[in-house]
């Protein structure tokens, strides 16, 4: 059996002369936690509704593990389950008559397992209300409930925590991390939040303007660059110093530290240069960047490209 | 297919808005009652009576089942069209609004399969609407107007070229004709709906598309200046259904209409399930 | 797939059907059936007077030679006319008959135009017919020497005021209704009548109320000879008539001759031919 939940290779959508994902190619392994970061506009959406069947690429490929024919595509879209933004629900029916629906359009999936999954998403005591008086919160609960219904190997998640109460989202983030290690499901989730992906995901996919811009685990984003920090008795004067040095870029973050973007030539260099100018270097090492970081540096060089 | 059927028919008799459409019906038939009460007693006494010696409107001639033509004939040419657009219309773009339409198309079921469900749906809607109203209209006049033959004349209802009777058990029975054809002259408009419904992501602008070409289509056919444009006009051919009230039925024209609504229906709804295969869900 | 395939098939079997049911299926009216006539009776009927712009919309004098040509052109066994000016007018035109018509106006009531009745039977018996403040003519014939007696009926109904139209009709049918018995009846005329079955704007007039009350007050008891014809006059419409009996069961030629007009004339003759048993 494949080790890839989902793949997509040159992945592209083209709504008339906007190009909203391009040439999109990204690999969700089993057991993942998959996070699909970007701002708002970035093509997250719109590259899970294709995932979903509800948006038709313009071109490229999306395989799930099983598919050579369209019906064996329906079948492992079958063993999906989604949100897609605010999950919408019939408002006069109660939560289990809609899970009920939605199980007997899912094919093969129990009357037992509609109670499943209430019990998973911990709505059973409140399933026989009608859904129009269900909170922010429990809607979405429930969203994951008939995301589950089919005892799905991939669950795809779009922004779960919009919206949400600071309580929502830290239950939402709990359940999602109980799907993975308790139920061992890989889950691909969007957002913009990168607090949110820096908690739950073991790799993401940064895109930006419809391409994505890096894939890998969130650890590699942010050690894969030669940031370092400096901490010297005169900030301003170290600055002004590297700042005239070629081939190093320099910024102050704080009152503490300068941060020197620098291979290591460069950076036996510039500890040569403060040292000869009289500065007092007393922490030369490498720098940690944040996701938050990482992510500003890879959009915003997309965007100067 | 099935289980799509039986989710459309759950979601279907729990609307408000189906049981809303048989209580406007009944207000309807209400108003129309009283209508041909004054309508009959000013065409059967007074002046009528002074200044003509003969009148085809004479007491004998209304009677339960005209009150239920005119009831019928006088709907079908707003009401219930305007029913059935609603229920068609908003089939998809109603789900579409409401977010329920992505929940359903992330399910392994075809889109195509989805589309027809929908027109079955409302197709059983449009028939249901027609039997209670027929029914109810026979009930109404059977138990306020009493019944007899149904005597046709040229003119008012323009049914028929010249003057014919239809004898009480035929006329129930030609009664029963319409529930058929009259749905089936329906479904042109549902499925025009249908179509809008998945043009139009709103359901408001899908209804008030279909209403809008129906009627546009509707008062156009019948204004003389644009009376050569009148056959090509899906409304003209929609028109057959009240065929089976002409005392002989011209069964070949009759078909000839059925098979150009059939044609109309199938052709539309064959468009609705290309466009909405090929739609993104986006909303 | 199978939903579109399905649809697809359909739609070919709706299109197909359509087009199977749009033959016409033969119509009982025109089947020229020989089997039991014995003689034909060709009936023509005319409005000759002029459009509503002109000075005198009745009749004028210089297109008699017209009228005539086309009465012997079509050789009808009687003709019906309207909107004469009188006797003398009628006169001029049987002149150009070569004595081959006699002919009669109805007498004056309160109208300045005049019906007339012209037919080849020189022992046609020509009678006044009462109708309100006016009359109508009739004409009784055999159109050969052993065919059944007819009688034709020249009438022209109120053109303004459809309630008045209804009164001429109800008094024009009793007084037939008395004839019936004896001959073979056959009004012809101009009725004015506002009346189209596919014109549903007109509903909610009283014009078409009162115009199909008396359409079908004449229908009880006669058949609209010339309805498949087509209009009679100008703006589309059907306003002249030829009504016969209902057991007519032979309907030969029905035609409206519409490259007869001449002048300002608004009306086209209507000629019909129909099988009388004997």
């Not at chain 3, 359909?10 to 199977?20: E, N, Q, S, T």
């Not at chain 3, 006539?37 to 023509?44: A, G, H």
Request: net charge neutral; aromatic share 10%; glycine share 6%.
């Amino acid at each position: 059996m494949s080790d890839v939940a989902l793949q997509t290779e040159d992945l592209t959508k083209r709504f008339g002369r906007r190009m909203a994902v391009d040439r999109l190619t990204i690999r969700v392994d089993r057991g993942d936690i998959y996070g699909f970061l970007g701002p708002n506009g970035a093509g997250k959406s719109t590259t899970l509704r294709m995932l979903l069947g509800l948006v038709r690429p313009t071109s490229g490929l999306i395989k799930f593990p099983v598919q050579n024919s369209s019906w064996e595509y329906l079948r492992a879209r079958s063993r999906v389950g989604a949100i897609i933004e605010t999950p919408a629900f019939y408002e006069n029916l109660s939560a289990r008559r809609n899970l009920q629906l939605l199980a007997s359009l899912s094919g093969g999936v129990s009357k037992k397992r509609v109670e499943e999954v209430l019990e998973i998403v911990n709505l059973r005591e409140r399933a026989g209300d009608p859904v129009k008086v269900y909170s922010y919160g429990m809607r979405q609960r429930l969203g994951i409930a008939q995301a589950l219904l089919p005892t799905p190997q991939l669950i795809i998640l779009d922004e779960p925590t919009n919206g949400l109460d600071p309580q929502g989202i830290h239950e939402t983030r709990k359940l999602i991390r109980r799907l993975r290690h308790e139920f061992k499901l890989t889950v691909l989730l969007s957002s913009h939040l990168l607090t949110e992906i820096e908690q739950l995901c073991n790799r993401v996919g940064i895109i930006h303007e419809g391409r994505l811009l890096y894939e890998g685990g969130p650890e590699a984003l942010t050690a894969s660059t030669n940031l370092h920090k400096v901490r010297v008795d005169n900030l301003a004067g170290a600055f002004e110093l590297l700042s005239k040095e070629h081939g190093l870029s320099v910024s102050q973050n704080g009152a503490s530290f300068l941060r020197i973007d620098a291979d290591a030539e460069a950076l036996a260099r510039a500890n040569a240069l403060l040292v000869g100018n009289g500065i007092k270097v007393y922490e030369l090492s490498p720098a940690q960047e944040s996701l938050e970081e990482a992510f500003l540096r890879l959009t915003s060089r997309n965007e100067l490209n | 297919m099935l289980t799509l059927l039986k989710l459309e028919l759950e979601k279907l008799f729990r609307a408000r808005s189906f049981y809303l459409s048989f209580l406007v019906l009944i207000a309807f038939v209400a108003l129309m009652l009283w209508g041909f009460y004054t309508y009959a007693a000013r065409k059967t006494g007074g002046e009528a009576v002074e200044q003509f010696k003969y009148t085809y409107e004479s007491k004998q001639y209304f009677n339960g089942l005209t009150f239920a033509l005119y009831s019928l004939l006088f709907s079908f040419t707003l009401l219930l069209p305007i029913f059935v657009s609603m229920s068609a219309g908003s089939q998809i773009a109603g789900e579409a609004r409401g977010g329920t339409l992505r929940m359903i198309c992330t399910r392994p079921i075809s889109r195509a399969s989805l589309v027809l469900s929908k027109f079955l749906v409302t197709a059983l809607h449009a028939a249901l609407l027609l039997s209670f109203f027929i029914g109810l209209n026979l009930i109404v006049g059977l138990i306020f107007v009493g019944w007899g033959n149904l005597e046709l004349y040229p003119g008012p209802l323009n049914l028929v070229d010249a003057p014919g009777k239809i004898m009480r058990d035929d006329a129930l029975m030609r009664f029963g004709y319409s529930v058929l054809s009259g749905t089936w002259a329906l479904l042109v408009i549902a499925a025009l709906a249908l179509l809008c419904s998945v043009v139009f992501d709103s359901p408001a602008q899908a209804i008030v598309m279909t209403i809008a070409a129906y009627l546009t289509l509707y008062i156009v056919g019948r204004v003389e200046f644009f009376e050569h444009l009148r056959p090509y006009f899906f409304t003209t051919d929609m028109d057959f259904w009240r065929d089976v009230f002409k005392p002989e039925i011209p069964w070949r024209n009759l078909w000839h209409y059925a098979c150009t609504c059939g044609a109309y229906t199938t052709g539309l709804l064959l468009a609705t399930v290309v466009i909405f295969e090929r739609k993104d869900i986006v909303t | 797939m199978w939903v579109k395939l399905i649809l697809l098939l359909l739609f070919c079997l709706m299109i197909v059907g359509a087009v199977h049911f749009a033959q016409p299926s033969e119509s009982s009216d025109n089947r020229a059936s020989s089997a039991s006539v014995v003689n034909s009776l060709r009936l023509l009927t005319w409005n000759i007077g002029y459009a509503e712009l002109e000075d005198d919309t009745r009749a004028h004098d210089k297109d008699l030679p017209a009228v005539a040509e086309v009465i012997l052109r079509h050789d009808p066994d009687a003709v019906a006319l309207q909107e004469l000016t009188g006797k003398a007018q009628l006169n001029v035109l049987l002149g150009l008959l070569h004595g081959k018509y006699r002919g009669a106006v109805a007498q004056q009531g309160r109208s300045d135009r005049f019906e007339a009745v012209l037919v080849k039977d020189s022992r046609a018996a020509f009678i006044p017919v009462p109708v309100g403040a006016q009359y109508a003519l009739a004409a009784s014939f055999r159109p050969r020497g052993n065919s059944p007696e007819v009688l034709v009926l020249s009438a022209h109904a109120d053109a303004f005021n459809a309630a008045r139209r209804r009164t001429y009709t109800e008094a024009l049918m009793d007084w037939v209704e008395r004839r019936r018995q004896s001959s073979a009846v056959f009004i012809a005329g101009d009725f004015n009548f506002e009346l189209k079955a596919a014109n549903e704007t007109n509903l909610y007039t009283d014009n078409l109320k009162h115009d199909s009350e008396s359409y079908s007050h004449i229908l009880r008891r006669f058949r609209d000879l010339g309805r498949d014809a087509g209009d009679t006059a100008i703006n589309d419409r059907r306003i002249d008539y030829i009504f016969g009996p209902p057991e007519l069961e032979q309907i030969g030629r029905v035609e409206v001759l519409r490259n007869a007009a001449v002048g300002r004339m608004d009306h086209w003759p209507l000629l019909v031919e129909v099988g009388l048993h004997n």
